[in-house]
Structures are given as C-alpha cells and as structure tokens.
C-alpha cells in the first residue's frame, strides 16, 4: 500500500529508474516504431517503478511485462505505448474513456493525460485498493477507480470514446461493443492462454455495424470474468 506521501525524489527515481534509464527506454520504443511522440514524452514521465513492487525496481524501465502479483502483470511498454496511440489515432476526442483491467495503474497512468474523464474497473479488490490510493497520491484526479468485473463494461458511465482492455479474453465480450460511442474504438487483446493472442481494434461505425482490424500478435495474462451482473 502506499503508506506515506511521494516525494519529488521518489518519482524521480535514481540509479536504474533515473531518467536517463527512462530515456533509453523511449529510445527502443522508437525503434519498434512508436512515433507518437506525445505518448512517448508521457512516459518517459511516468515513473514506472512505482507501479511495481521494489524489489522489481530496477527491471521497471526494461520494454517487459513484469509480475504484480495476483496472476497478474504490468503490461510491456511498447504495448503500452502501442494501445494508447491507436486509442488517439481516432479522429474523435477522446472525452470519456474506459480501461477494463486497471491492474498496476500503469496504462491509465499513461493514457491519463489524454483523456478528460479515464474509468478504469478492476475485479481484484486488494489490486483495485493499492492502486486507487497509488494513483490518487501521484495526482491524477481525472482517473476514476471502479471496483467491478470487466466485461461488463461500466454500462453507467457509457457510451465512451474509447475502451481499452488490458487482459485478454478468448473472443470480445459481448457488452463492450455496445458501449461504444459511434466512431469510438475498442482496444482489446483476444485469444486463449498460451496460445497465439491478437491486439484487435473495432470500430462503432452505426448503431448495428462495427469494424474489426487486427493489428499484431500479442500475449497477455487472461481476462476472468465472474457471473453475469
């Protein structure tokens, strides 16, 4: 839990999380063809080694999926990097947003500054508790923590702009789509465990027609969904 107030120093970092390691961790995003270059300034603002337990920190500006605990990991950066500048690629604002799987932070983090109002729903609540406290003591005040199972999407809050999914699920949840505002986008990892996975991106078209491209492959832990609400 985070127990004290962050100072300046703690989301500096040193040594392994200093900037200059957070620099040389953009430089390889670049590589891998992030070009977004407001995404990239983002997060290499971000201080990743806080949304990690410490005795990781040193790993944290590796381009790597890390252990959370739960079964659960923060994502690798590049998809990181890669989900939020297809969510901006929309030629739309994005003015409400949500991520199902809030897990870390670390893709909200990163996706915050972007959006007027991110909803961001987690179904593990020790996950859902430190996170909420971690966000809230780092600032981000437009980041609204929701207790709840994912593929239910947040059907109050709807329709969204954007949706992002941060787990993946065998085939996309049925209640998702619908919770798209017309022309938004739904980021979403599909497939089984331990199988070939894909980072999927659906359009709203009309009221009835949706688009689906597929865009990489990917892997991602998976998206457990409780009974129906």
Aim: with cysteine; glycine share 6%; net charge neutral.
């Amino acid at each position: 839990m985070v127990r004290r107030k962050l100072t300046t120093s703690d989301i500096q970092g040193i040594g392994m999380t200093s900037q200059r390691t957070r620099n040389r961790l953009i430089e390889r995003l670049r590589v891998k063809n992030i070009a977004h270059e407001d995404v990239l300034r983002i997060m290499s603002k971000v201080p990743r080694h806080l949304f990690m337990d410490e005795a990781l920190a040193s790993r944290s500006y590796e381009d790597t999926a890390l252990p959370i605990g739960h079964g659960q990991t923060i994502s690798q950066p590049y998809i990181v990097a890669r989900m939020t500048e297809l969510l901006l690629a929309s030629e739309y604002p994005l003015e409400r947003v949500l991520e199902v799987g809030t897990g870390s932070g670390y893709q909200a983090a990163v996706l915050a500054p972007f959006v007027k109002k991110l909803y961001t729903v987690e179904r593990i609540e020790t996950l859902y508790l430190h996170t909420r406290e971690l966000l809230y003591a780092l600032d981000y005040r437009n980041i609204h923590c929701r207790l709840s199972d994912g593929s239910w999407g947040l059907e109050p809050e709807a329709p969204f702009d954007g949706i992002i999914v941060t787990a993946a699920p065998e085939s996309i949840p049925q209640a998702l789509p619908g919770q798209l505002a017309i022309g938004a986008r739904l980021i979403i990892p599909t497939g089984a465990q331990n199988q070939q996975q894909e980072l999927r991106m659906m359009t709203r078209l009309s009221e009835t027609e949706y688009k689906t491209e597929i865009i990489e492959s990917v892997q991602f832990v998976p998206l457990v969904s409780d009974t129906n609400p």
